[in-house]
């Protein structure tokens, strides 16, 4: 399916707010609710809008710490230490890269001592060769997946 101006401007809309109601789109867009209803629904059927988010106020939530950590890790060991890694509700993304790390974990944390706990107990399995943690002191345009 290939999408058009009004598939896109309804994607602009629904990403500001994905709980708003057609009808606003449609009054938004000068067109009809049962269009957006059916270009939307046709957009996930065919895949391209894959789910409808829910976004935290994670500085509400008492976790304000973010960082990114690359791990350097022994080729043998990366499966099992993704499927390790990959159910720890911490962890916000793991990414496999290139470059001087193997994997680039994203996780958000209440503090600096959670982040040294997890440090120390999550990343002290066999297979990891090396570290290097980034800590995020302030977004210039926040993730729109976690607000921070």
């Known amino acids: 399916m290939s999408i058009d101006r009004l598939d896109l401007k309804i994607i602009r809309s629904l990403s500001g707010n994905a709980r708003k109601p057609y009808k606003t789109i449609a009054k938004e867009l000068s067109v009809s609710d049962a269009t957006v209803r059916k270009r939307i629904n046709k957009m996930v059927e065919e895949g391209i809008i894959k789910q409808f988010n829910l976004l935290l106020d994670y500085h509400k939530l008492g976790r304000i ?41 994203e996780v958000i944390f209440k503090d600096m001592e959670e982040l040294n706990e997890f440090l120390e107990s999550e990343l002290s399995i066999e297979g990891i060769t090396g570290t290097e943690v980034t800590v995020v002191i302030g977004p210039y345009k926040r993730c729109p997946c976690t607000g921070l």
């Open 65 to 105: 710490i973010k960082a990114f950590i690359g791990l350097r890790i022994n080729p043998q060991k990366l499966r099992d230490i993704v499927e390790h890694l990959e159910g720890n509700p911490d962890i916000q993304v793991l990414y496999r890269t290139t470059g001087n790390v193997d994997l680039f974990v």
